[in-house]
């Protein structure tokens, strides 16, 4: 049985906050809000719970989770030392979308790490989250509160659609702030290395930092391909002495875990080797298809207006063919032809006269069916040299999930998506949407 609690964030309700803390205590699983994507918690340091949470999801056992917590006091439980550089991000970006890869406590189960020698740790900065961790006592591994492979949910109807009757307790607390997923940091290297592009960038991290970070290649297209080097790390702070001093990165060590099979243990070798081929993501995560929506998905990707123009006779020749194509736009004028389903991400000039017009689709997304010509009109992009601002980014990013899943409601038969400059959050953008592409990216040439 799910219990469903609807919850205020700016009056959270200490009754549910009491009965879904309690759940964590006694192993039971918990979806929950965070400012990024809805979580589903268990407690990190009971294996049993941990197993709970891969089996609602039906979530591959070699794909680590992220352990949340909500002080900093939780830390020494969780890893084993904390390097300066980590210091200095905690300090500036927690709570809040980054997650920092760190060498693991002794404590932490494999059933967490997926036998990783480092350990994933966020401090979600959203009040139910925060109140929740707090009230439960424990750190608290959450992936994404989704069946796995669908996109993330942004709304606790999403988590009520994928997990009802899977999980013990659903905090519903509205919409996600950010939309998609934190940063996947790696600190055990020098520089860090980004392993998942998410709601912090890399340009704001690095200029938190004054140092430049590398991305791994394996998530990267055009970002020169950096390495990720060793480096010593520290205790952290106010703990005992270290026992011997350092440790090393684990590319420098065999860390094969016990217990588990072959081959995780082979590709958590393959992950730490120091010359891993470049197309072996560091973040285990990152190597599945991810977000997908039922249909097939194509995304465009150069200049704004070649996009929307290609986007648009594909469009035309599909429906000519018999099927339903479903269209993702940012840019907020374009012609699509009679039957298409389209989502207007990140739009928040638009204002439809009535809900036949277009139907609110998240935040900053509008869907509309069976577009007239004079809703989006041929020819007429409004300046389509125009950069994204960051605040369009944000409003693009927090409209993805969503429109992923309304296309599936929908029932389309193909999906095409207009692509972003990859800059800023425009990475995060790009990586989920050439995710859930599978990887089909269409370049094209302009104007
Ligand atoms: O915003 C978020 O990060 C959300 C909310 C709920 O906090 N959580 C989330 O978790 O996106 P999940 O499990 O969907 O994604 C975690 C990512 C995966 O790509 C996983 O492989 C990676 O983090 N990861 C976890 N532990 C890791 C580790 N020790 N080393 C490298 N990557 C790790
Ligand atoms: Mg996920």
């Given at each position: 049985?799910?219990?469903?609690?609807?919850?205020?964030p700016?009056?959270?309700?200490?009754?549910?906050?009491?009965?879904?803390?309690?759940?964590?205590?006694?192993?039971?699983?918990?979806?929950?809000?965070?400012?990024?994507?809805?979580?589903?918690?268990?407690?990190?340091?009971?294996?049993?719970?941990?197993?709970?949470?891969?089996?609602?999801?039906g979530?591959?056992?070699?794909?680590?989770l992220?352990?949340?917590?909500?002080?900093?006091?939780?830390l020494?439980?969780?890893?084993?030392?904390?390097?300066?550089?980590?210091?200095?991000?905690?300090?500036?970006?927690?709570?809040?979308?980054l997650?920092?890869?760190?060498?693991?406590?002794?404590?932490?189960?494999?059933?967490?790490?997926?036998?990783?020698?480092?350990?994933?740790?966020?401090?979600?900065?959203?009040?139910v989250?925060?109140?929740?961790i707090?009230?439960?006592?424990?750190p608290?591994?959450?992936?994404?509160?989704?069946?796995?492979?669908?996109?993330?949910?942004?709304?606790?109807?999403?988590?009520?659609?994928?997990?009802?009757?899977?999980?013990?307790?659903?905090?519903?607390?509205?919409?996600?702030?950010?939309?998609?997923?934190?940063?996947?940091?790696?600190?055990?290297?020098?520089?860090?290395?980004?392993?998942?592009?998410?709601?912090?960038t890399?340009?704001?991290?690095?200029t938190?930092?004054?140092?430049?970070?590398?991305?791994?290649?394996?998530?990267?297209?055009?970002?020169?391909?950096?390495?990720?080097?060793?480096?010593?790390?520290?205790?952290?702070?106010?703990?005992?002495?270290?026992?011997?001093?350092?440790?090393?990165?684990?590319?420098?060590r065999?860390?094969?875990?016990?217990?588990i099979?072959?081959?995780?243990?082979?590709?958590?070798?393959?992950?730490?080797?120091?010359?891993?081929p470049?197309?072996?993501?560091?973040?285990?995560?990152?190597?599945?298809?991810?977000?997908?929506?039922?249909?097939?998905?194509?995304?465009y990707?150069?200049?704004r207006?070649?996009?929307?123009?290609?986007?648009?006779?594909?469009?035309?020749a599909?429906?000519?063919?018999?099927?339903?194509?479903?269209?993702?736009?940012?840019?907020?004028?374009?012609?699509?032809?009679?039957?298409?389903v389209?989502?207007?991400?990140?739009?928040?000039?638009?204002?439809?006269?009535?809900?036949?017009?277009a139907?609110?689709?998240?935040?900053?997304?509008?869907?509309?069916?069976?577009?007239?010509?004079?809703?989006?009109?041929?020819?007429?992009?409004?300046?389509?040299?125009?950069?994204?601002?960051?605040?369009?980014?944000?409003?693009?990013?927090?409209?993805?999930?969503?429109?992923?899943?309304?296309?599936?409601?929908?029932?389309?038969d193909?999906?095409?998506?207009?692509?972003?400059?990859?800059?800023?959050?425009?990475?995060?953008?790009?990586?989920?949407?050439?995710?859930?592409?599978?990887?089909?990216?269409?370049?094209?040439?302009?104007?």
């Amino acid at each position: 049985m799910t219990k469903l609690f609807h919850l205020d964030p700016l009056h959270i309700d200490p009754a549910a906050i009491e009965t879904a803390a309690v759940a964590l205590r006694e192993g039971q699983t918990v979806a929950f809000p965070t400012e990024t994507v809805y979580g589903l918690g268990g407690n990190a340091l009971d294996p049993q719970a941990v197993k709970r949470i891969f089996a609602a999801k039906g979530r591959p056992a070699d794909n680590p989770l992220i352990v949340h917590i909500a002080s900093l006091d939780n830390l020494h439980n969780i890893v084993n030392s904390v390097p300066p550089i980590a210091e200095q991000l905690m300090r500036h970006f927690w709570p809040g979308p980054l997650t920092l890869v760190l060498p693991r406590a002794a404590s932490i189960p494999n059933e967490v790490t997926a036998g990783l020698e480092t350990v994933a740790v966020r401090m979600p900065d959203h009040p139910v989250a925060l109140a929740l961790i707090a009230a439960s006592g424990v750190p608290v591994a959450a992936p994404s509160a989704n069946r796995s492979g669908r996109p993330s949910p942004t709304r606790a109807e999403h988590v009520v659609e994928d997990l009802w009757g899977k999980v013990e307790v659903i905090l519903d607390a509205g919409p996600c702030s950010v939309g998609v997923e934190s940063t996947v940091l790696d600190v055990t290297c020098d520089p860090p290395m980004i392993l998942r592009p998410g709601g912090v960038t890399k340009e704001t991290i690095e200029t938190a930092l004054g140092v430049t970070i590398a991305v791994d290649p394996a998530i990267v297209t055009r970002e020169q391909r950096q390495s990720c080097r060793g480096t010593a790390m520290q205790r952290p702070p106010g703990r005992g002495p270290a026992e011997g001093g350092t440790v090393p990165h684990q590319a420098d060590r065999d860390f094969a875990p016990k217990g588990i099979d072959d081959e995780t243990k082979n590709r958590g070798r393959r992950m730490a080797a120091p010359l891993q081929p470049e197309n072996v993501p560091r973040s285990p995560g990152m190597k599945y298809t991810h977000y997908a929506p039922q249909a097939p998905m194509t995304l465009y990707v150069g200049p704004r207006e070649a996009v929307v123009r290609a986007i648009s006779e594909r469009a035309s020749a599909e429906q000519d063919a018999g099927r339903r194509v479903g269209v993702m736009l940012t840019s907020s004028v374009a012609f699509m032809p009679g039957d298409t389903v389209i989502v207007l991400t990140g739009s928040t000039a638009y204002s439809p006269q009535s809900t036949e017009e277009a139907e609110p689709c998240g935040s900053s997304c509008w869907l509309r069916r069976n577009p007239h010509l004079d809703w989006l009109q041929a020819n007429d992009i409004h300046d389509p040299d125009a950069a994204y601002s960051p605040e369009d980014l944000r409003n693009i990013a927090n409209g993805i999930y969503d429109a992923l899943r309304r296309f599936d409601e929908e029932g389309v038969d193909l999906i095409l998506a207009q692509g972003v400059p990859e800059a800023g959050l425009g990475q995060a953008i790009m990586n989920r949407l050439s995710k859930a592409a599978g990887g089909n990216v269409i370049k094209v040439d302009g104007p």
